[in-house]
């Protein structure tokens, strides 16, 4: 088929993104030259909002920057990676046409026959590997922007309003020509996917993300125009912030057709719980139908802080709750919420993949009694890999069939004849796996992080301790094992009590393997045709990348294979093969947790215990390298070397 890959539609990307990043960095210094102009005379809590946004504005443009510079590196490196696989594939084939030349001659006669064997001993067959495509996929969100203050007391802010519009000329001129760079952008994006299709490729979602950076802009122009008007009004460019926190609110419903999330995300959370609590009607339609994944954690918290305000019961917005505690765990690792989408793959989704994990290593980081959040930083990378080397899988298993067991080799010769089908299902199992994780982890850990064992309770109190049980008794078993999990932790952090600490974790861990991934589990094993030769597979293949830790055919210490050479005398006169073939299979949660209990968590507990400055450096190695590093790709030689040894024999 050759190499799916146009070199001007690469080229065309790279210089689309590589001129973006500079009018990004050459922007800077106008923008700040009029922020600090306009702030002269800014004073207040008005003044400090927008000293906030103009703060965020820039950190955002860097990040956006940054991520246009490193997808030009990538495309750069498709390019180069492509020519290398051209090149490979003429060698081939320029090869199949001297063998074909000479067994033409071959069969002409004996002289030909003699002449064309030894020409084709030095001319072996090219045997360098298919190279691999590279991802090229980056991920870019804008910061949601507050533009309201609290509205409380009497406090004032001032400005002089002919400084203020001064910076909104600037900034409108300076988003325009910012606008036009986002949708050069986008188009040279749209053809790179439509015509470099060797090249997996992630969404165009930062495509998206840079278009809200240039709205949140102008929002931003358009919010310093509303309060200059409200200043010349006063006519003294002094005003009370719960008046411009009205004057905000009105120009924003005025402007947006009263769309209550569009309200609602400029405001300080506080200022949007009162906006909802004097209208109830609007409260109770975002708690029967909460807003979409992508709403920023500010609008959310708008609305759980109204909710509580009104006494409704946890019950009634339990789903914003959990949407809140998510989004602000996806926000501070800037996952887009809104484009994890299952069914757009593994390559697409590495960004979100690979921000939980990095989500899990802050969490560790920041505090070693989240033990649990660093052993799923640990074996994360693993997983992803897995998610990724699906669609290799095929090619994979049957280069290593020669070098594997008769008793496994039905299973590789399954695996090897699965279709695009059985692959796309396993990889949305996989990802929908790795995504009820972190919706599940992120919700309990910013909850604690909000507000300790009361956060707890209310989670409790919502049903959202009850885990993915369908049965009442599971999931009341859930929730009562779960409860006592955080009162341990928080226990253990108050008194330094290790134990309590530990024992909370392994709880937590427990929850993760029985009630929001057993289910998955369960549905990949009972896949016809392949699920049992999978997750069989998978106990073969699958270790973790924790010091210490062994396979689980290693774990149950396999199977003795006497290899005998002289079977006419008595005894063995050989060797004995060990082959590490696990007796269970991974799917099954007796032998996972069991697996998982006698060598991956204590594995884990000692390095934390005996080098916890090895553990953190572990956890705060690159996701996304140690993620290349876990590909089968690099890790054959290691698979093969873990499956089987020999022990030499003579009775």
């Known amino acids: 088929m050759g190499v799916q890959f146009d070199d ?32 002269q005379e800014f004073r207040g809590a008005y003044a400090r909002l927008f000293q906030q946004a103009c703060a965020t504005e820039a950190q955002d443009r860097a990040r956006l920057a940054s991520v246009l510079d490193d997808l030009a590196r990538q495309v750069r490196l498709a390019t180069q990676l492509a020519a290398e696989e051209r090149a490979r594939l003429a060698d081939v084939a320029a090869w199949d046409a001297r063998e074909a030349d000479r067994a033409e001659r071959r069969d002409d006669d004996a002289v030909q026959w003699i002449a064309s064997g030894v020409e084709g001993l030095f001319d072996p067959r090219p045997t360098a590997p298919p190279v691999q495509p590279p991802t090229v996929a980056v991920a870019f969100s804008p910061t949601q922007r507050t533009r309201t203050s609290t509205g409380s007391g009497s406090a004032t802010s001032s400005a002089d309003p002919t400084d203020l519009r001064s910076f909104v000329t600037h900034a409108r001129a300076a988003d325009t020509a910012l606008r036009a760079e986002v949708d050069r952008v986008g188009t040279a994006w749209s053809r790179f996917v439509a015509s470099c299709s060797w090249v997996p490729t992630g969404g165009p979602g930062f495509v998206d993300g840079a278009r809200r950076l240039v709205d949140e802009n102008d929002a931003d122009a358009g919010w310093i125009e509303h309060v200059a008007g409200a200043f010349e009004q006063a006519g003294n460019g002094t005003l009370t912030d719960r008046v411009l926190d009205l004057v905000v609110a009105a120009a924003a419903l005025s402007a947006e ?22 209208n109830p009607d609007v409260l109770d339609r975002l708690v029967a139908d909460p807003p979409a994944w992508g ?5 959310l918290s708008a609305i759980v802080g109204a909710a509580r305000a009104a006494d409704l019961p946890p019950t009634r917005y339990a ?23 299952l069914d757009r793959g593994a390559p697409a989704l590495m960004p979100q993949v690979a921000g939980s994990y990095e989500y899990y290593a802050s969490l560790y980081l920041d505090d070693p009694a989240f033990t649990w959040a660093g052993m799923a930083n640990m074996v994360g990378p693993d997983f992803a890999a897995g998610f990724l080397d699906l669609h290799s899988f095929r090619d994979h298993i049957q280069t290593a069939r020669p070098l594997a067991p008769p008793s496994i080799r039905p299973l590789i010769d399954q695996l090897a004849g699965m279709g695009d089908d059985e692959i796309a299902f396993y990889e949305r199992t996989f990802l929908g796996m790795q995504k009820d ?37 599971d999931a009341a078993l859930s929730e009562r094992q779960t409860y006592s999990a955080w009162q341990d932790i928080d226990a253990g952090r108050r008194t330094g009590d290790q134990d309590r600490i530990a024992q909370g974790n392994e709880t937590l861990l427990l929850r993760e393997q029985r009630d929001t991934i057993q289910g998955a589990y369960q549905q990949m094993h009972d896949r016809e045709p392949t699920g049992e030769a999978l997750t069989t597979m998978l106990g073969i293949v699958g270790d973790a990348s924790i010091p210490g830790t062994k396979t689980l055919g290693q774990f149950e210490g396999g199977i003795d294979v006497p290899v005998d050479v002289n079977p006419f005398s008595p005894g063995t006169q050989g060797w004995v093969d060990h082959w590490y073939i696990p007796q269970g299979n991974i799917s099954e949660f007796d032998t996972r947790w069991d697996y998982i209990e ?30 290349q590093q876990r590909r089968l790709d690099n890790r054959i030689p290691e698979l093969l070397d873990n499956l089987h040894d020999s022990e030499l024999a003579w009775h």
Request: net charge negative; hydrophobic share 40%.
């Open 257 to 278: 057709g009263v769309d209550p999330l569009e309200v609602l995300s400029h405001m300080d959370p506080e200022v949007g719980a009162a906006w909802l609590a004097a």
């Open 437 to 473: 994780i972190f919706l599940d982890a992120s919700t309990m850990h910013e909850a604690y992080l909000d507000g300790g064992m009361t956060s707890i309770d209310e989670l409790r109190a919502a049903g959202l301790l009850r885990g993915a049980n369908d049965d009442p008794v």
């Open 8 to 39: 001007g539609a690469a080229q065309g990307l790279v210089t689309a993104a590589s001129h973006a990043d500079r009018v990004l960095a050459e922007q800077g210094a106008g923008r700040r030259s009029s922020a600090e102009s306009a702030s």
């Open 598 to 627: 006698g060598d991956t968590l204590p594995a884990w507990q000692q390095l934390v215990q005996d080098d916890p400055d090895r553990a953190r450096e572990l956890v705060g190695g690159s996701v996304p390298d140690r993620i």
């Open 295 to 299: 709403t920023s954690s500010t609008v």
């Open 319 to 341: 789903d914003v709750l959990q949407r809140m505690y998510v989004t602000r765990a996806a926000e501070k690792v800037g996952i887009d919420m809104a484009t994890w989408q």
